[in-house]
């Protein structure tokens, strides 16, 4: 079963928009992950917010955290053709070393 | 690039066979874990290795398995292939007690089944 799901499950938006993708999660965590995925390749980690943290920034990326809420955002500023992908939140499982549980997550396009 | 590389890319198999499929870990990491991801979704936890020894597994049939060796490399073995197991396959290595949480992902191994 998925920890986490995203939503919305797919946006489209024009080059130079902002993109953001929420995602929600059921079990209490220390920390949520977000992850990136070229068509069909590895996940490439984009960036970690800790429980005790409510925003954090990595370049044109904002992450927000509500644990009250269960929920996290990814925001992504000025979008680029480049930034095309899907994007996953990811929450580890405390009892079982780094395991990570996925949600669904979402497929972005970026209109040149 | 993560430094994990996984093999083969791609893999075709029929109903029943069997297939083993590998990963080299980052340098310096000491756990990997293998993930399923069906085509649309979100990967799937298989199982984990730590120091040589299984250290969790999810909702996977016996016959997933895996090894991991004395250099950190590893091994995911699936027996009596079914057509539900084609997928993208993706190993992640990551440094247990490092103090950091990110997984390093390889790029994966298509395996189909017909």
């Known amino acids: 079963s998925q920890q986490g799901e995203e939503d919305p499950q797919a946006l489209s938006i024009q080059e130079g928009e902002n993109a953001t993708m929420n995602c929600s999660y059921k079990?209490?965590?220390?920390?949520l992950q977000w992850y990136r995925q070229n068509s069909g390749r590895g996940l490439v980690h984009l960036i970690l917010?800790?429980?005790?943290?409510r925003e954090k920034h990595s370049g044109r990326l904002r992450v927000t955290l509500d644990t009250s809420k269960k929920s996290s955002s990814l925001l992504i500023t000025a979008s680029r053709a480049a930034d095309t992908a899907s994007y996953f939140c990811?929450?580890?499982?405390?009892?079982?070393?780094?395991?990570?549980?996925f949600g669904g997550g979402t497929r972005l396009m970026v209109k040149p | 690039e993560t430094g994990v590389t996984q093999s083969p890319t791609h893999l075709i198999k029929t109903r029943g066979q069997q297939v083993t499929l590998r990963c080299s870990s980052q340098?310096?990491?000491?756990?990997v874990s293998w993930y399923q991801q069906a085509l649309g979704q979100g990967p799937q936890f298989i199982f984990q290795?730590?120091?040589?020894?299984?250290?969790g597994r999810g909702n996977f049939p016996p016959r997933f398995s895996g090894l991991q060796f004395p250099n950190y490399s590893s091994e995911l073995n699936v027996n009596a292939l079914e057509l539900d197991d084609s997928a993208l396959y993706l190993c992640?290595?990551?440094?247990?007690?490092?103090?950091?949480?990110?997984?390093?992902f390889g790029p994966g191994t298509r395996l189909t089944v017909t």
């Open positions: 990811a929450t580890p499982d405390n009892n079982a070393g780094n395991m990570l549980t």
């Open positions: 079990t209490s965590i220390n920390n």
């Open positions: 340098s310096g990491h000491n756990t």
């Open positions: 917010i800790r429980s005790n943290e």
């Open positions: 290795y730590y120091r040589e020894e299984e250290n």
């Open positions: 992640a290595s990551s440094l247990v007690g490092g103090g950091s949480y990110e997984q390093y």
